[in-house]
């Protein structure tokens, strides 16, 4: 019988149809790639001056880090049929601690490491109380928002830090510096996450189980999978990865603003979505979301670039995510 | 008959409501038993107390093969050999056929990496000889929502056989199944028998369970309203009995009721 198995997919038509099952398994990856391409091409033909030199490139390879590392992770949550709207205020919750950290013992270090136990602490806080108290996500990381946010006010007294000792320590070439004068370190930073995230969430255990989990919670739960240990898990990275990005946007800008991380809310949830991640629970990929992330990305300086007034920006994004999620969702009901 | 498993004056309670009050039953090694019993007599609760999903009210023991197991739960379940196949099928729809096989015990290094080659090649394998799969349409990586109720049934079950379980619980495993598809359940029950090991068999429905069993327990409202060997009364004895319960709440004058 085996090797009936083994002697199939020599075939050709069993080639065939092995070629459109893979078409099939990665059709809303392909999908994504080619609205990726077609806004690309479309930007290149209206303003090719811009769009075929190498700035424009190298500006978005140095701007959607700030949040596509949040994106990323924030995939996990969303797979795992949870969300996650505190992340902008653990950003800044993140640099306080480096605030408070650094001012007490002008160690740059002790403020990043300060920083990222900030965030970690407040992913896990999170999935605590969705995961304890059963408090809906939604609810539960909009009231979290407001409270790291409150914190961050109290404890700054809304008073900003300059950031020139991060400037002169390797901190800052590592995370936010030139390699070979072409490519930012944090889009490097970008791509490790994302291999890191998609290796964890493909061929691991806890990646198993926070599909299970979104999926099917029951099921999960009556097959002896640790529902609630993997829900808080995935709550604790993005706070981890929120406080990461939050050091590495004010590294980058040479400042600590207590307002930071207004502003990314949308984009970043919008990259997760736009990516294929469902809503629902129990689908999603980490490469979508990667390229999603620079497809909202690269529609405001495209807009600018083509000649239109920014005020169109809002616009074609509402379009190409209702857009792109319709036809998601027609995919996805064809390919059952 | 050696006990495989035994329960002490079992009970649950969720909140005010007794789900499962004082019951006392025994499954030997080898013995098919029919749990037979109407909506809300408990036969669930009883099921996801054996598997280790619920914990026992305090006083109530549960041993296998005659050792005490404290603080039962899924995983030391599983590891003694409970098997279920759960009436809710317990599948993850959106996830391929290898990622339900092996739901919950991923083969995985001490890291937790996944053997992802391992588990494709094992749930093919156990596609053509266990599931009796034989379209080529069908892969390790096809997702389970796209199934059959039959398949769908045929992945549970083989689920539990993979993993050479000693005491296989199924929980209405003929429910939504067509008459072949029924058939085929039935048909491995009884091969659960010929293997040698144990299974316990929940339905409605008493033509299927009575041909495949073994002994037949009768829940009621949470407790044991009684049981029979097979070959101590006919099928229809039985129904007349079942009846009586239905009404009544007990089996009356039946030697069997209380053991």
Known sequence: MDSVAEARPLSPTAKRSRFSRLLRKYALQIAIVFVALAILAFFIWRAPITFLSYDIYYSLMSTTPFFALIAIPLTLVIIAKEIDLSFTSVMAWGMTAFDVVFVATNNVWLGFIACLLAGLFAGWVNGMIVVKLGIPSLVATIGTQFLWRGVVLVVTNGQGLGLSAVKETVLYSALVGKIGDVIPAQFVWTIIIAIVIWFFLNRHKFGAHVYLVGDNADSAKLMGVDVGRTKILTFTIVGLAAAFAGFVVSTQVNYFWPTLGEGYLLNTLASVFLGGTSVFGGTGTIFGTFIASYIIAIINPGIVAAGWTAYWTQLIYGFIIVASVSLQAVLRRRLN | ?259
């Open chain 2, 1 to 259: 008959m050696d006990n495989l498993l035994q329960l002490k004056n079992v009970s649950k309670t969720f909140g005010e409501v007794s789900a499962v009050h004082d019951v006392n039953l025994e499954i030997g090694t080898n013995e098919i038993v029919g749990l037979l019993g109407d909506n809300g007599a408990g036969k669930s609760t009883l099921v996801k107390l054996i598997t280790g999903y619920h914990r026992p009210d305090p006083g109530g023991e549960i041993y296998w093969r005659n050792k005490k197991v404290d603080h039962l739960s899924v995983p030391k379940a599983r590891e003694l050999g409970i098997e279920v196949v759960y009436q809710e099928r317990a599948l993850a729809d959106q996830q391929s056929l290898w990622r339900n096989i092996f739901l919950g015990r991923e083969i995985s290094n001490r890291w937790g990496m996944l053997d992802v080659k391992t588990m494709q090649h094992e749930t093919q394998k156990l596609m053509h000889t266990a599931m009796g799969f034989t379209s080529s349409a069908v892969t390790s990586e096809s997702v389970v929502g796209t199934f059959s109720g039959g398949e769908r049934q045929g992945v549970a079950i083989t689920r539990a056989l993979y993993f050479k379980a000693e005491l296989i619980i199924l929980d209405e495993p003929t429910m939504g199944l067509s008459l072949s598809e029924t058939r085929k359940c039935l048909d491995f029950v009884a091969s659960i028998k010929a293997a040698g090991k144990a299974a316990v068999f929940i339905d409605h429905n008493i033509f299927h369970v009575y041909p495949v069993v073994d002994r037949i327990v009768v829940l009621d409202r949470g407790t044991v309203a009684g049981q029979f060997m097979k070959n101590e009364l006919t099928l229809d004895e039985l129904l007349d009995r079942l009846y009586r319960v239905a009404q009544t709440g007990s089996l009356e004058n039946n030697q069997g009721a209380t053991r």
